[in-house]
């Protein structure tokens, strides 16, 4: 039983314009969540947290946003660039990682 | 600059094979991590260690075991090999166990044939 589900395998996005990937969870527990960014033949890496007491938090580019009623957490990238091009994982601080998204930006 | 190494990227064994994957950290991590990758299923863990000879079981730890002898050094074994183990696995560690980045190795592709 996945308590962490990104339920779309694939996003494609014109360069400079936004990437937002999508996340839900299940169980209401959690409380710190993470986005790792995987390349071909490489592990992931960490790319942006929040904890549950926030709503948000930015990195550069990067934004997280949680919905706790909602159970739902996203990843916006503005603007997007052809090097972010990669799988991105959601994961839950109960070392619980989502399925992936595959994200393309087409130059 | 932090590592995370394993110590194949490529294997292949047969069915019923002992199968050993290796995992070195440099950063003096307490926890380490076992993943399998799948397609579909994400990244499922197998096995975590929070300190030298203590690991708890993850949520797929069946046909596999593990051994943290040294603080730095994390191996998955797969007593006998089947081939739905054949799979992506990925070696992990990081400073907190449970709100904390996780640092990845390169992983181990491994074909049971």
């Known amino acids: 039983d996945q308590q962490v589900k990104q339920n779309s395998p694939s996003l494609s996005v014109q360069e400079g314009r936004i990437s937002i990937l999508n996340c839900d969870y299940t169980?209401?527990?959690?409380?710190?969540f993470l986005w790792y960014k995987k390349y071909p033949a490489e592990g992931p890496t960490f790319l942006i947290s929040?904890?549950?007491?926030?709503d948000k938090n930015e990195d550069g580019r990067f934004t997280v946003f949680l919905n706790k009623s909602a159970k739902h957490l996203s990843l916006h990238i503005v603007p997007s660039q052809p090097g972010d091009s990669a799988v991105y994982f959601c994961?839950?601080?109960?070392?619980?990682f989502g399925a992936g998204t595959r994200l393309t930006v087409k130059p | 600059d932090v590592k995370v190494t394993q110590s194949s990227r490529y294997l292949v064994k047969r069915t019923g094979e002992k199968v050993f994957l290796e995992c070195v950290q440099d950063?003096?991590?307490?926890?380490m991590f076992w993943y399998r990758q799948d397609p579909g299923l994400g990244l499922r863990l197998i096995y975590f260690s929070y300190d030298v000879k203590m690991k708890e079981k993850g949520d797929i730890p069946e046909g596999y075991s593990v051994s943290r002898e040294k603080k730095e050094r994390f191996s998955l074994i797969l007593e006998s090999a089947s081939t739905n183990q054949t799979s992506m696995y990925l070696c992990a560690s990081s400073l907190f166990a449970v709100r904390g980045e996780q640092y990845f190795g390169p992983g181990t592709r491994l074909t049971v044939t």
């Open positions: 169980n209401s527990m959690f409380d710190y």
């Open positions: 929040i904890s549950s007491i926030k």
């Open positions: 994961a839950a601080n109960d070392m619980r």
């Open positions: 950063m003096d991590h307490e926890n």
